[in-house]
């Protein structure tokens, strides 16, 4: 008697463990690959029962994807306009929260780029440069912006692959595909990509700024989960990840 009440005490524990773990799926820009891996990884510390995935990759396509019903509670956009469309059109199950303004460098693996500037590009030695599609990509559309204020992009326009987000582009650089590339700061910084070669940033002045925001989507409207991460983004801990990756915050809301 004692052996079955004893599994079923184990059960019941087990029942009301799953019953308060929690699920989310998010949605992130590439740039936040290392920085908000790592805040995940201190959120699953206090929080050991839930379960958070993330999938990242550009914004412009997970703005395409929430529009056709994807299963994403979070979506974390390098470019705050993206949020801010699909909150106007009813996509979004709480305000549009800024959390950072990203910037751009010049990165290569193979050369000092800190000793360099854009219009080096236009070197005939530089024939194969990276950056992230302007198509769909905020940090490629920056770096277009950025080329053609400096006055270089029909001179340099033959020589771009593009990559599909800006972490694919960066991929570009580090395996020698591309000589050199336009990729995010926070990507420059980790310690992988810094100890392979130096970057140059480049003036915010030369584009429009990289202004970022995220939403909790309509399908997580009742997800506390959601909730619980949200506000976790915008705790001190999670700050000062986002400023060691080089993101300028936003003030505290």
Known sequence: MKTIQTLLL???CLSASLAHAEKILIAAAADLKFALDEIAAEFRKAHPDDTIEIVYGSSGKFFTQIQQDAPYDLYFSADIAFPDKLSK???AASEVKPYAVGRIVLWSA???ASKLTLKNL???SITRIAIANPKHAPYGKRAEEALRSTGIWAAVEP???YGENIAHTAQFVQTGNAQIGIIALSLA???ELARQGGHYLIPDTLHEPLAQGYIITK???DNALAERFSAYVDSKPAREVMTRYGF???ARR
Do not use: E, H, S
């Open 10 to 12: 184990i059960v019941c």
């Open 219 to 221: 399908r997580a409207a």
């Open 89 to 91: 059109a009813g996509f």
């Open 110 to 112: 193979q050369m000092d």
């Open 159 to 161: 020589k771009l692959v």
């Open 248 to 250: 300028t915050l936003p």
């Open 189 to 191: 910084l980790n310690p």
């Open 122 to 124: 236009t070197d005939p």
